[in-house]
């Protein structure tokens, strides 16, 4: 006899059937999951995203081959109030990546896992209620967040050309992070912002990861400069310090030496030297429910971070810390998604902070939004030759628009794949994937409360409208630095400098190009700072000099600009010693005297 929950799955699974083609008129295969979670693995239902993977190696666990565009296959769905015991079905019709059906892998063994990606409900001021994933002190990996279910790996036989179906439990959660251990060297700090909470209607936190200088505890009268560090969400030191000589990899070990920076120990070999600049480094942490990271500035999606940073966090940290409170003192430094950070905001604060050092940043210019100009282009899919001399344009011919690319020129991925994979990982703009996550920080709400696409996913059309709202409202660097650059140049004049290989994976390199153009024509007054290139076939993360060598360069630069009179015991011998290079130490500015903050709204 069956009772009301056997009857429900048995009608739910005969509606997957007849959805997947059994009505078609021909023989469709059925290939079939059904997945479930126990009460032994969480009492409660769940709203989120289930994600079934699918790999030829169980080595690492399948989990953590998965989220990025070299993937092996992996198809999702949304799961609203799934009660313990109740099945969610990923059949023949589920989108997945890069093979977009389950009837698209072929034959063969392969290990399966499942995972559910956990949301939670938020009631904003904004008047929107949103389903999202809360970070768990993980940096928004869904493949480790503390509360995630998982199922354990199965060894299954797949064949799309018979029909199969498989249960697939999930028994297991992700356990809580552990925190490193604080140390002589390194602190981590975690508060409950305010006024991010306000917005979120839940507690929201920020973070940072300090290291100190060698003789911190020595001097306890003496103040510091400080470096902060812009990254991605991670718990460990700035610029990779670490006190074991661990052993690396080859590959790992050809890859650093490529991009010319040095391992985290020989790092700390530098640091705590005796003639090295003693100063402060901070790793600011501020994952949001869309991203590991809120890129620092105010946002309709995301909620007022720049606030939160410039308001309680900085201020936090340097109640806290012998920091000297003066913007000659505080600079800024990223790479990437840090690259871009350390630029808004010393374009945002120019009276507050002394000076940035940006290397390869996200996109600086939406007239290169990677390769795409996000106001003229109709589509983000297909190469627009229009705009390209005569000899190469064409009427006949479509080109997809790349996103990853060799140093060498070969292409990885484009934009048409990273955009279904991150439709595959989430719905509504939450799949914590880089194209969706610029959408929360520098786009509008929709109606529904969560990002608005710039672009639509399965077809690659441009709404102009979003676009024209990102350019209005900031976030275009290079457009806003000419909009503003009358007021708030003379505070930037030398402070400005960076950095990016000639061949960066992402074509970062293009939205460089016309940020320097822009600087390099600016007039009254002149910009003042730099630029430099790796040369050739320098890729993602390359830098013209070791984290030692750019702390020399950032600590001689901030002795240059200090006021007559300031405490320069901090400098180091070494930074004298050095000949004075060209990576970013013009020394001809004078230190900005006042702060009054420009909020980004």
Known sequence: MYGARDMLRLFALALVLLISGAASGAPVSTPLFELSFPDSARAEPVTGRILLMISRSGEPEV?????????????????????????????????????????????GDYYVQAL???????????????????DQWEGQHFNTSPGNLLSKVQKLHLDATTDYTFKVELTDVIPPI????????????????????????????????????????????????????????????????????????ASV???????????????????????????????????????DDSYAVNSANNGPYGDALMTELIPYLEKQLRIIHEPYARVLT??????????????????????????????????????????????????????????????????????????????????????????????????????????????PVGDDGYPRQLWDKDTGRIDHTVAEYMRSHGYDLQDYLRIHWETIGHELVGKMHVFCGDMDNFYLNESVYLLQQFFHQSQNPHYGGSFEYG?????????????????????????????????????????????????GVPVAISPPQSYSARRHD
Do not use: C
């Open 63 to 107: 989990r953590f081959q998965v989220g990025w565009i070299n993937s092996p296959p992996l198809f999702g769905a949304d799961v609203k109030n799934l009660r313990p015991g109740e099945s969610i079905f990923i059949n023949g019709d589920t989108l997945g990546y890069p093979l977009r059906t389950l009837r698209d892998i072929p034959p």
């Open 116 to 134: 559910l990606n956990v949301y939670t409900e938020f009631h904003r001021a904004d008047g929107h209620t949103i389903w999202a994933h809360m």
């Open 178 to 249: 552990q925190v490193p251990a604080d140390s002589k060297w390194v602190k981590r700090v975690k508060i409950q912002s305010q006024i991010l909470t306000r917005f979120w209607g839940h507690p929201i936190y920020l973070g940072a990861v300090v290291l100190l200088p060698h003789d911190y505890g020595d001097h306890p009268e003496r103040r510091y400069p400080v470096i902060y560090e812009q990254d991605h969400f991670s718990l460990q030191p700035p610029f990779g310090f670490n006190t074991e000589d661990h052993p690396e990899e």
């Open 253 to 291: 070990r050809e890859f650093r030496q490529s991009i010319g920076v040095e391992t985290g120990y020989q790092f700390y070999r530098s640091w705590q030297s005796a003639d090295f600049p003693q100063m402060i480094a901070v790793t600011l942490l501020h994952p949001t429910p869309y991203y």
């Open 334 to 443: 990223g790479g990437s998604t840090g690259g871009w950070e350390s630029l808004a905001l010393q374009i945002y604060y120019p009276d507050f902070f002394g000076g940035a050092w940006a290397f390869y940043p996200d996109p600086v210019d939406f007239r290169r939004y990677l390769l795409v100009n996000i106001y003229q282009d109709s589509t983000a899919f297909v190469f627009n030759s229009s705009q390209m001399p005569y000899f190469l344009r064409g009427d006949w011919t479509s080109v997809e628009q790349p996103i990853v690319r060799s140093p060498d020129g070969h292409i990885i991925a484009t934009i048409r794949q990273d955009s279904q994979l991150e439709s595959v990982l989430a719905s509504r703009g939450r799949s914590g994937g880089v194209l969706e996550n610029w959408e929360a920080v520098y786009g």
């Open 535 to 583: 040369r050739p076939r320098k890729g993602h993360g390359w830098q013209p000099m070791t984290n030692a060598k750019l702390v020399r360069n950032i600590a001689r630069y901030i002795a240059a600009n200090a006021p007559e009179g300031a405490d320069l015991d901090w400098v180091g011998n070494s930074v004298w010693r050095e000949h004075t290079s060209n990576h």
